[in-house]
């Protein structure tokens, strides 16, 4: 009989297993006329650019028509979860400006900017918005990645529609070049539906412009992407005051390897002297990585104004808490409610209330950090971690308070599912020598990280 079970689990575990698969929808490599005759359906006229293999890929021959060329589709099925990927090359680089190929699947579209040498993305709009002839116009495109005159490189777009949700990576970044929220990946009622679209944008400026498009294919990602059993990795958004924090040292120097952190780093994106909607980070971690990390460090991270944070990650760092993660927050003057995270999807699971931006708190003198409980007894034999400045926030009914300073806490957790959010009210701001100048900061800002 249990011989019996045994093989009836394992059976279970196997068809577990093959629906978790991923399954190739379409592969091409354009090599073959006829298989690509029968595939694809060619909409042109006379004077228009031109799709032919051949023999190492689908060159498209562009002419200059702007906003009215040709295009070649396909009919797919509608894949939730899924990945288009193909590589790209100019099969002479000469030929390489103008706006030209332009890869669409669903909703999604991509093309290649070669005068601006980089790759971009759009999502069609209404009809209504559209210029007169054209079907796809780009309303509202953004930069991917850089694009060489010369080379071959690779190209993947993965998008979730549950999640409306599009990441687009090039060669092999472990990041995305781009992440794009709140994308209805099948469109509206208006728009076509199961397709790829391969087509030029026809702004060739007088000249014959040439592309090779190569490997495209389209995979359908399992429907349920399982958190890894064991977390790993260290994602650190270094915000305002990171350098004064130095958590990613404080981790590496006390068993961290160096190759598991990921930092993310705000940059502003303007010589100008006005901050508001300047600053972002200089990439975002894809899914993936986000949902199998196991730290999750914001330290001095602004979420606003104007998106720093988009919503969409701020909800995956929610889930992440939730299914097991733990979350760090490091107090500044720019995180928190002066980082605008009221309202935003992190505000439900943390240990704190969060309302006007004007809180503040400031001691007459420095406070020194005081353990509450054993975790933390060993500070207080230490010479004190001072306190000027801090978050003077109300913590929700069950945050359990770690570290206090002047009678205030400074340290509060909180659990979330099955996941961790910890808090530190503390700033560095202030005169004379704080808790991040002491010679046990490491040791103190690694604990706080690890919750242990």
Known sequence: MERKTFFCLLLLALVLCAQAEDKVILADDFKDKEAFAKRWRLVTAPGKSTFEPDGKGLVLNMKHNPFNDSYIECDIPLVKRGMLEFDMEFPDPANSGGI?????????????HSACRDWRYYFPEPESKRVAGFGIEPVGHHKIAPVAPKGRSHYRIVFDADRDRVE?????????????GGVSIFGHDFYRGGKIRIGSMGFAGGKIRAWRLLDLKLTALAEKQETSLRRSGVLIFQGMTFDELKIFEALT??????????????????HAMIISNRLLYDRMPGE?????????????APAGPGNILPDFVLK?????VRNGGRLVIFGGFFTLEKGEFQKTPLSEILPVELGSPFTTGKFAKPAALRSVGPEYAWIDAEKP??????HDLKLK??????????????????????????????????YGKLFTDHPRWFKLASQICRGK
């Open 168 to 180: 687009f990576f090039k060669d092999d970044m472990e990041d995305p070049a781009a992440i794009a």
């Open 100 to 112: 030209g190929l332009y890869v669409d699947i669903y909703n999604i579209g991509s093309f290649f």
């Open 316 to 320: 995956d760092m929610a889930d992440f």
């Open 385 to 390: 971690f001072d306190v000027v400045y801090y």
């Open 253 to 270: 120097a006390n068993g961290v390897q160096k190759e598991a952190c990921f930092r993310y780093t705000m940059e502003s994106t303007s």
């Open 397 to 430: 009914k069950d945050a359990a308070v770690k570290l206090t300073a002047g009678g205030k806490p400074m340290l509060v957790e909180r659990r979330a599912g099955l996941g961790s959010v910890a808090v530190f009210l503390g700033m560095k701001a202030g």
């Open 288 to 300: 993936k990585k986000l949902r199998n990390a196991e730290l999750i460090v914001l330290a001095d």
